[in-house]
């Protein structure tokens, strides 16, 4: 069963506009990371955050976590056309062998 | 040239042939991974490797067989392969974080259709 699912599961945006997704989870997590992936190509790693961590930066790029609620959001700014691609949410349990999980994604969709 | 190398990048078989999907890594990471990536599923692990000699089964290893020559080789064997294990294959690797942050690095991917 999937530990992350993402919402939306398709976005559409213009060119410029800031692109929101979000990542639901159900157990505990050591921390939890965003891969972006273009159309049939292998997912690229984008940033980690950690579960004691509330919101980390990178770029353009910022990320949430609220660990009470479960759930993370990638927030892309000032988008660009070459943004458009699936991004995944990625969640490393507590325990054992950090097994990483993959959400369904969210298709982004940059329209310039 | 790339970290993460796999090959073939596509390939057309039949049911019950025997399949092997390589991958190659010049990262120097000892973890490596297999998955498969089918539309509206994500991403599910099917074979994961910590070191030459640990092999451990993810959540749908069935029908599959994996071998680790290498650190920087593992495979996948479809040892009769069947129509719904057609799907996108990836490999990545990983370091090893003590404290559990693990980046994975993956592959192109492979195609595999499966008639």
């Known amino acids: 069963s999937q530990q992350g699912e993402e919402d939306p599961q398709a976005l559409s945006i213009q060119e410029g506009e800031n692109a929101t997704m979000n990542c639901s989870y159900k157990?505990?997590?050591?921390?939890l990371q965003w891969y972006r992936q273009n159309s049939g190509r292998g997912l690229v790693h984008l940033i980690l955050?950690?579960?004691?961590?509330r919101e980390k930066h990178s770029g353009r790029l910022r990320v949430t976590l609220d660990t009470s609620k479960k759930s993370s959001s990638l927030l892309i700014t000032a988008s660009r056309a070459a943004d458009t691609a699936s991004y995944f949410c990625?969640?490393?349990?507590?325990?054992?062998?950090?097994?990483?999980?993959f959400g369904t994604g969210t298709k982004l969709q940059v329209i310039p | 040239d790339a970290d993460v190398t796999q090959t073939p990048r596509n390939r057309i078989t039949k049911t019950g042939k025997r399949i092997m999907l390589e991958c190659s890594q010049t990262?120097?990471?000892?973890?490596m991974y297999w998955y498969r990536q089918d539309p509206g599923l994500g991403l599910r692990l099917i074979y994961y490797?910590?070191?030459?000699?640990?092999?451990n089964k993810g959540e749908i290893s069935d029908g599959y067989s994996v071998s680790r020559q290498a650190q920087a080789k593992f495979s996948l064997s479809l040892e009769s392969a069947i129509p719904n294990q057609t799907a996108l294959y990836f490999c990545?690797?990983?370091?090893?974080?003590?404290?559990?942050?693990?980046?994975?690095?993956f592959g192109p991917g492979t195609r595999l259709t499966v008639l």
């Open positions: 990545a690797t990983s370091d090893f974080s003590p404290i559990g942050t693990d980046t994975q690095y």
């Open positions: 157990t505990s997590i050591n921390n």
């Open positions: 955050i950690r579960s004691n961590e």
């Open positions: 990625a969640t490393a349990r507590l325990g054992g062998y950090q097994k990483v999980t």
């Open positions: 990262k120097g990471h000892d973890r």
């Open positions: 490797s910590f070191d030459v000699k640990d092999i």
